[in-house]
T-cell receptor, first 113, second 113 residues
Framework: EAQVTQNPRYLITVTGKKLTVTCSQNMNHEYMSWYRQDPGLGLRQIYYSMNVEVTDKGDVPEGYKVSRKEKRNFPLILESPSPNQTSLYFC????????????FGPGTRLTVT | AQSVTQLDSQVPVFEEAPVELRCNYSSSVSVYLFWYVQYPNQGLQLLLKYLSGSTLVKGINGFEAEFNKSQTSFHLRKPSVHISDTAEYFCAVSDQGFQKLVFGTGTRLLVSP
């Protein structure tokens, strides 16, 4: 089954404790992206990757890091989480040149206390 | 820069009634417009897209949208909604290179019996 998986689905952590949210897709997609969803703000792009070893900032990259060492994986790293990063996070992927047709993961709900 | 505006944060409607969810866009170049749907506790999925051609586009689950260049709108419509249409709907615009999507803030459709 074609899918985007994220782990963990739920995470409660404390300020400053480094964490990684994993994202993996099995569709051989070149394009991958991370979004955060906040009430009243919709989805905002954090980082995206056009292909292996090619990443770029989205609209709200501060406080986040990403890497793309393999085509299927695109982890999101929060080196020193803060309460304002409490949010619902989505990973998505698509074929190159078709980023409008993105396949989304189920989401990761992160709470930073 | 492109942007989309969804003026209605929530639209309550009775089952079998028609519904229209409004979306207005802003762009200085050619636009490509999309509607995504997010069912409760799930990621987003593409509902329909406008890339070129006919201004009336049909999507999944009986939804359709009309691209109106003079009014810079891309409203989503369904002639008769079901309880299962209860979800959040996001309008989105893409740049010409399809390198990123910019989402609106979303409209929550609440269908009651």
């Amino acid at each position: 089954e074609a899918q985007v998986t994220q782990n963990p689905r739920y995470l409660i952590t404390v300020t400053g404790k480094k964490l990684t949210v994993t994202c993996s897709q099995n569709m051989n997609h070149e394009y991958m992206s991370w979004y955060r969803q906040d009430p009243g703000l919709g989805l905002r792009q954090i980082y995206y990757s056009m292909n292996v070893e090619v990443t770029d900032k989205g609209d709200v990259p501060e406080g986040y890091k990403v890497s793309r060492k393999e085509k299927r994986n695109f982890p999101l790293i929060l080196e020193s989480p803060s309460p304002n990063q409490t949010s619902l996070y989505f990973c998505a992927s698509s074929l190159a040149g078709r980023s409008y047709e993105q396949y989304f993961g189920p989401g990761t709900r992160l709470t930073v206390t | 820069a492109q942007s989309v505006t969804q003026l209605d944060s929530q639209v309550p409607v009775f089952e079998e009634a028609p519904v229209e969810l409004r979306c207005n866009y802003s762009s200085s170049v050619s636009v490509y417009l999309f509607w995504y749907v997010q069912y409760p506790n799930q990621g987003l999925q593409l509902l329909l897209k406008y890339l070129s051609g006919s201004t009336l586009v049909k999507g999944i689950n009986g939804f359709e949208a009309e691209f109106n260049k003079s009014q810079t709108s891309f409203h989503l419509r369904k002639p008769s909604v079901h309880i299962s249409d209860t979800a959040e709907y996001f309008c989105a615009v893409s740049d010409q290179g399809f390198q990123k999507l910019v989402f609106g803030t979303g409209t929550r459709l609440l269908v009651s019996p």
